[in-house]
């Protein structure tokens, strides 16, 4: 069994800040690349930020110069740090893993439940 579990979302007003988890636990072999996703009504789920092994990142259009994606590779726990929140970037987070497990040969897509992050004033 493989779960991602994120942390962190809540209620902030325009201009905040807010951090989010998201860790990965069980018969982990390797994590490959990490990512941030968000959904909002209405919407498709978007790519927010990714992360690959090695440290390359990128991040949607809107978000560049306001997010920061991050990785502890030994604690299996990428962090998506959000900066001058605008009301536009109410969702709910997801967190995605693609990884292989201890007993499969190959890689696959794992996500989390979701986080909700509200910006209003």
């Known amino acids: 069994q493989v779960q991602l579990v994120e942390s962190g979302g809540g209620l902030v007003q325009p201009g905040g800040s807010l951090r989010l988890s998201c860790v990965a636990s069980?018969?982990?072999?390797?994590?490959?690349?990490m990512g941030w996703y968000r959904q909002a009504p209405g919407n498709q789920r978007e790519l927010v930020a990714g992360?690959?092994?090695?440290?390359?990142?990128n991040y949607a259009d809107s978000v560049k110069g306001r997010f920061t994606i991050s990785r502890d590779n030994a604690k299996n726990t990428a962090y998506l740090q959000m900066n001058s929140l605008e009301p536009e970037d109410t969702a709910v987070y997801y967190c995605?893993?693609?990884?292989?497990?201890?007993?499969?040969?190959?890689?696959?897509?794992?996500w989390g439940q979701g986080t909700q992050v509200t910006v209003s004033s």
């Open positions: 995605n893993a693609r990884l292989k497990r201890i007993d499969s040969v190959y890689y696959s897509d794992y």
């Open positions: 992360i690959t092994g090695g440290g390359s990142t």
């Open positions: 069980g018969s982990i072999f390797r994590i490959n690349s």
